[in-house]
């Protein structure tokens, strides 16, 4: 479980959330979860379906109540304030736009003040958006693409020092999404507003935010900027979900070297290996080479070619490798690099394990 330090802090910090405990009924939703949030931070809350992300969301935004722990915006207790007294806006997963109201009704909704100023805001808030021309539209005739730029434009009206956006995109479909995440990430870092977003999508994570929050059952398994979470995962649940990985069971000879069916490995891991000790390594597809032509050496075998797809910018290959004890690996290359490669009788390729790109995690205790 990580834990934050929730001493040293300063004026940079937007919201300290500290021991939060979510149960509902006997189902404990959320465990003693502790995060700090920077001024002008983008977070994403990233993790499986189930997992708490939108329960600590609406806690944070007063829409659900914790059973423990505090949170603490910009220096004020808020953990007992209702949702109206908080300052933030928010946006969810489905429009939730008001289908009778136009745009501009829509956006306007929680400002108070004059009409003309309330008018003005309109105007500036659709410039923002890009859709400066939609004002006397009603929400059913808008794409769901815009329909979630004018909820992030309500969202943002009351110029909130703290954005929440739950899973925002995940109803449109693909190209949208992908603009979208660009616009809304620009948007963030010209307003500077602190935004925590909850996502279950890894790509939509590691694009968009400054730091990942990679929650599961429950509990936050890692808090990282997205190159630490995906370059040194501190989980095999991280691992896993955050990014493909191919593991492989090995049994270690001494502190940095596995016997691995008739082969031995190097492993240039930061964890030591025990040695006498079954260990899971781990590899990323893309960090296993495969050879234009086979030459002897420690760290290669011969894969046998079991499957080859296109996928998109690059190709992925399955192969097995007798000598590693059978074990099938999953390989990402370029098209150059497929090009480059000669599939020998039987479809056999030189596969390259890099000692620096193997690594292990301590053993895990038995559940
Ligand atoms: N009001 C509730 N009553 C009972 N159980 C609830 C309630 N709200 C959430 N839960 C349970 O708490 C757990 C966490 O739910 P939550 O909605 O926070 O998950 P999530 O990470 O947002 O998942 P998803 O990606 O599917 O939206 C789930 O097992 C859910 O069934
Ligand atoms: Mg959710």
Redesign the pocket.
């Known amino acids: 479980m990580i834990r934050e330090s929730t001493t040293n802090l300063n004026i940079a910090t937007e919201l300290q959330i500290s021991g939060i405990q979510k149960q509902?009924?006997a189902?404990t939703?959320l465990h003693d979860i502790s995060l700090n949030v920077q001024k002008s931070e983008f977070v994403c809350l990233l993790?499986?379906?189930?997992?708490?992300?939108?329960?600590?969301l609406r806690i944070i935004a007063g829409l659900e109540t914790a059973d423990r722990g505090q949170i603490v915006q910009t220096g004020r207790d808020i953990t007992h304030a209702s949702a109206a007294e908080r300052d933030y806006g928010i946006v969810f997963q489905s429009y939730a736009l008001f289908p009778n109201l136009t745009v501009a009704k829509n956006i306007a909704y929680g400002l108070k003040g004059r009409a003309q100023d309330k008018d003005r805001r309109v105007i500036e808030l659709l410039e923002l958006i890009g859709l400066p021309a939609i004002a006397e539209k009603y929400p059913a005739q808008l794409s769901g693409g815009q329909q979630q730029r004018v909820a992030l434009a309500r969202a943002l009206a009351t110029s909130p020092n703290l954005l929440l956006l739950d899973?925002p995109l995940s109803a449109l479909d693909a190209q949208v999404r992908e603009h979208l995440r660009g616009e809304i990430k620009a948007l963030q870092q010209k307003l500077g507003v602190t935004t925590i977003m909850?996502t279950?999508d890894q790509e939509e994570a590691l694009t968009m935010a400054d730091r990942i929050v990679v929650?599961n059952h429950?509990v936050i398994e890692q808090i990282g900027t997205p190159a630490e979470i995906y370059q040194h995962p501190a989980s095999r649940f991280v691992a896993d979900f955050v990014g493909h990985c191919n593991w492989l069971h090995a049994h270690a000879v001494d502190s940095h070297r596995v016997r691995l069916g008739e082969a031995e490995l190097n492993i240039n891991s930061e964890t030591a290996l025990t040695a006498g000790q079954n260990h899971e390594l781990f590899i990323r597809p893309e960090d296993i080479e495969l050879l234009p032509q086979w030459r002897a050496g420690e760290q290669l075998a011969l894969g046998k070619l079991l499957h080859l797809e296109l996928i998109g910018s690059v190709y992925r290959l399955r192969l097995s490798v007798a000598l590693w004890a059978g074990i099938e690996l999953e390989v990402v290359i370029s098209h150059r690099e497929l090009a480059q490669l000669r599939f020998a009788d039987g479809q056999l390729i030189p596969v390259y394990l890099p000692a620096e790109k193997l690594r292990c995690f301590a053993p895990e205790r038995a559940a």
């Not at 993790?47 to 600590?56: E, V």
């Open positions: 509902f009924g189902f939703a993790g499986p379906s189930g997992c708490g992300k939108t329960t600590l899973e909850v279950h929650m429950g």
